[in-house]
């Protein structure tokens, strides 16, 4: 049993187990529990506005982000919907700091998400890699930003961005003395983390300044 575990109310109802699973493999998993506590994975909200907000990110720093974000909500007026969103003129959206790419990817996004392709009810029946697929045939999702989606909007438990900088940074830093980690010592990393591995990336992204990643 993990000592001063006071779990986040939000936290998905797995969260326990994982950590207690999570601890028998090192005593690095049981500082970064501790350490981070009172803390665990949040939803970022319903699927439209989960998808829509990570294309808003993409290549961009958290703090310009979180600007974008804003304009974008108060050009919607703060009703995130596919319908609102494509009432906008792209001259509206480029003035809350979106590329002319990234209005693409909005409106491909909201297309998609009228065509009922992004419904609970739809996702909840994949597994995560025909989800992941599934997320990818939408202009401007890659693998990552799907990956993303699985975690913070359906909180699956099991999923392991091996791409991630972040993932990278931490799982080098925390078990291999700073030695540079890239996608294949990552994937051979997390076998062993299995079926837990959405925990022990969240773990992993707390290890590093936000400076560097803040998910």
Known sequence: MIQGLNLDPEA???WQEACEALALHSPVWVNLIQRH???ALRSRGAPYETMLRSLVGQQISVKAADAVWTR???ALNNLITSDSLLALSDDTLKATG???QKIAYARALSEFEQNGLLTLALLDGMDDETCTRHLCEIKGVGRWTAQMFLMFC???PNVWPVDDIGVQRG???QFFEGEPIGPKEALQFGEKLKPWRTVAAWYLWRSLDPAVVDY
């Open 171 to 173: 799982i080098s830093r």
């Open 72 to 74: 974008v909500l108060d």
């Open 154 to 156: 359906l909180r699956r």
């Open 98 to 100: 979106l590329s002319r």
């Open 37 to 39: 506590s009172d803390r």
């Open 12 to 14: 998905p109802a797995y």
